[in-house]
């Protein structure tokens, strides 16, 4: 579900990416607002926890898991931002495309990292949400990620132990993947 303003050519990447990780099937719900009394004045940015909240409200009762794109910065009271945030377990993902952009970092636009990158971060994101923590491996999608360096330098797949939790995971909530095995992305 984008939140206003996200670009269709970003949510297509994004879906064909998430289609690809974990053999589902991907439904777009209609653009969102962002939720009033997301932004923190104080910090010039929106709340993520406000929004993964919304994303829980909005979600139809026959959803899955739920992914969220927004533009807008994100933090928390204890990050100072966050490039997403999902419920361990749960239901919903959150990914900001803000610090994801060249731009943000006063560098050229570059929409081909862009997409490299947001797909990284939905895959990762939503990893968390079928019970995936952060991973050691370092090229693994579900490594963490503090600077946007490191979500370059890491791999748009699961290494083979997150792959495995994943099939797991997804076999447990009656939604084995389709085709190749989840997170192993055909080249």
Sequence with gaps: MPFA??????????????????????????????????????????????????????APGDT?????????????????????QAQLDGLAALISLARLRQEFHHLPPDPGRLLDRACKEARHELGHTFGLVHCADARC????????????????????????????ALRAEGDEPTGAEAGREER
């Design 64 to 84: 899955l898991k739920i992914l969220g794109v927004a533009e807008e910065d994100l933090g928390t009271p204890v990050l100072s931002f966050v490039f997403g």
């Design 141 to 168: 999608a579900m490594s963490l990620s503090t600077t946007v360096r490191d979500v370059d330098s890491k791999d748009v797949e699961f290494c083979a132990a997150c792959r495995e939790l994943l099939g797991g």
């Design 5 to 58: 303003g996200v670009d269709r050519m970003v949510l297509d990447a994004i879906e064909d990416c998430v289609r690809r990780g974990f053999g589902a099937e991907i439904g777009r719900l209609g653009g969102a607002p962002v939720p009033p009394g997301a932004f923190v004045e104080q910090r010039r940015q929106h709340d993520s926890a406000t929004l993964l909240r919304s994303l829980v409200e909005r």
